[in-house]
């Protein structure tokens, strides 16, 4: 499988099924990082949280490396978590946006 085989793969999964299951990424992580924090007390931001899960994905991608093997769905994985990093930042900014035009006429 190319590399552009792997990005539609995360592409489909990020945009499709889970997104509607999960709902917008800023949301789920949220959601995730607050749990998180009522867990261990530490405070995460979406950013972080998802980021998070790029680590995982990317230990993961490391051990099997290490043992000769190729772990597909961990690529495809880490590829999706990037995407919804992106997916993260581009909604923070539309709302900082949002924000700032309805403060500017206020």
């Given amino acids: 499988m190319n590399g552009s085989e792997i990005l539609t793969e995360a592409h489909q999964l990020v945009n499709g099924p889970r997104q509607d299951a999960y709902s917008h990424p800023l949301e789920d992580?949220?959601?995730v990082a607050s749990l998180f924090h009522d867990m261990t007390g530490i405070k995460l931001t979406a950013?972080?949280?998802?980021?998070?899960?790029?680590?995982?994905?990317?230990?993961?991608?490391?051990?099997?490396?290490?043992?000769g093997r190729w772990h597909h769905d961990s690529v495809v994985d880490t590829a999706g978590y990037l995407a919804?990093?992106?997916?993260?930042h581009t909604r923070?900014?539309?709302l900082r946006r949002e924000w700032d035009e309805h403060h500017a006429t206020a």
């Avoid at 950013?47 to 043992?67: D, G, H, P, S, Y």
């Avoid at 919804?84 to 993260?88: D, E, G, P, Y």
Wanted: include cysteine; aromatic fraction near 6%; charge should be positive.
């Fill in 29 to 31: 992580y949220s959601k």
């Fill in 84 to 88: 919804c990093l992106s997916m993260i």
């Fill in 47 to 67: 950013e972080q949280a998802v980021t998070f899960m790029i680590c995982v994905k990317l230990a993961r991608i490391a051990t099997n490396a290490r043992r």
């Fill in 92 to 94: 923070q900014e539309e």
